[in-house]
């Protein structure tokens, strides 16, 4: 599907509003058409002050002019959707991640009392937050980002009394830091050399030693950012223009703004576009649209109710949701193929037990693919069982159109009843040219034994219904009774033991479809292992990443002097380092079979 044909990409929307109260609340009609989204989702919020030129960086970052992605300011919009899709097939690097990505852009803005709550969001549904800012990073523009300082007030990882997560682990879960500095006059040199933006913004982060009021106020926000926000990046933006370009920059093109600031927002844009990942969860899988709008609505739920949004509690919400879908569309998926691959009635179990494992496969295959945090294996049983009880119905369905079929087939060639010769005559004709039949299914020797004991009861109804025969014709008639009979029970005999050859033969196709269901479920461990492997793998790398961060903090408290900080910090990797560690062997040891308690415990990472 094209991206312009989903309905939240037409023009801007208002993702999070405030009701008559005052309260904040999800737009259901919005998050309805982003959960409509089934790819994966490149989440970038972009906060900052009004009229600092937050528009004009999503409308830089959407590739579109003169302001026609702008947000109606007037509005009580708290958050809005200002949207945009792009596939950039044509770009090597990342192209499979960018490529298949659905880029949505947030602009923020509010009132006093939900902009911490509104930068809370930004935080927990973004993979790329953007602060957009004037002039130089000074103290003044530090102490603007307060929402950061109180960001462990706001958030909480885990509602669990046993849980050893806390804030000092928020920095598994925030999103990539980019600093926008608009209007940057400053030459970037440091010591009389010339510096990256990214050094300049690690020097304005730097700490200094002293316990006074004002050392706190002025390291607080600097060691927030810097505890929270482990993946930072700055970009630096030259002046458009003139004071008159300023005012009109939403409906300029580029040619009419200074080339140094066309430069500046071109690099911003490429590396936003190019190099910020989507959304991920920790064990590697990609957030879509409906992922996301459920997370969404968690966190605006808990906040409406005076709660502390909790991380683990709104992803293992969004993990039911989708291992629900996803149990559905995988009985719809073997529902389908069965149905295309099957004629009934089907000549033998055989062939309905070959069908029965290539449909399964595809759809374990798809549930494997698209089933999120299953480590108990829960929802992958319910759709075992939900296949299997499609299973029963279609071997039902068969065996019930073979038997209508062979009744059918037996109706058909029984044409006229009398004396009991010629009616021993019929059926012997019948039930030779029923043999002679192919295509009855299952049932065709039970069908015929059943019938062959109806006609008995038949004949044996005629006989005491015929009152005209002679002594004579009747003693001639009782030896045609008895051999009569003596044929029916030949015949019962024949087809029974046909009925028993037919039983050892399905028996033998059981004991088949055992095995192959055997083979079935040790490929299905196979890639349960592998699958688990994988995650296991995924958090792993992650929070390596994280250790890696952390060491280097600790370096740089060290030699700034913050030697209690630092110790601390020690701590954290430690514990960091254990975990994973027991992730490590706990995954190993587990061999992927999943079941009871004593597998991993889900740990739920958003990045």
Known sequence: MAYESYQVFQKPLCLIDSDKDGKLMAVDDVLNRISQIPKQLNVVAIAGLYRTGKSYLLNRLAQVNKGSLNCDVKRISLMACTLSLKKFANWSRREKVIGNSVHLFFDMFGDKNHDNWIFTLATLLGSTLVYNAMGKFDQDALEK?????????HVKISDSPSSQKGAEDLDLYLPLFILALRDFCLELKSNGRDITSDEYLEECLSVRS????????????RICIRKYFRRRKCFTFDRPGSKTTLKKLETLTDEDLEEEFGEDSNKFADFVLRECLPKFLDNGQPVNGRMFATLTQAYVAAIRHGKIPCIESALNMMAQIENNKVVEACVQLY???????????????????????????DAIDLFLKKAVYDQNHEYQREANEKKNGEYDNFKKRNEHVSEVKSKEALLQLYTRAGGYGLYQQDIMKIKD??????????KKQETILKYLESKWVEGQTILQADQQVTEMEKEAENKHVLAFNMFFERQRTIAAERLRE?????AEIQLQKFEDESRQLQENIRQLERKQQEEIKNVMDHQNKVLDDRLK????LLKEGFNAEAAKLRNDIERLRQENERIRQQGGGRGGRGGGGGGRKRRCVLQ
Not at 210 to 221: A, I, L, Q, S
Not at 337 to 360: E, G, I, V
Not at 553 to 556: A, F, L, S, T, V
């Open 145 to 153: 980002l307060s929402f950061i300082t109180e960001l462990s007030k």
């Open 433 to 442: 040219d029923y043999e002679k039949l192919t295509g009855l299914g299952c």
């Open 553 to 556: 903090e600790q370096k740089r």
């Open 210 to 221: 002293g316990n006074k009021d004002f050392d706190v106020r002025y390291n607080t926000p």
């Open 502 to 506: 037919e039983g050892l033969r399905n």
């Open 335 to 361: 529902v389908e193929k069965m149905n295309n691959t099957l004629q009934f009635p089907d000549p033998n179990d055989n062939d309905l037990s070959d069908a029965h494992h290539r449909c399964l496969k």
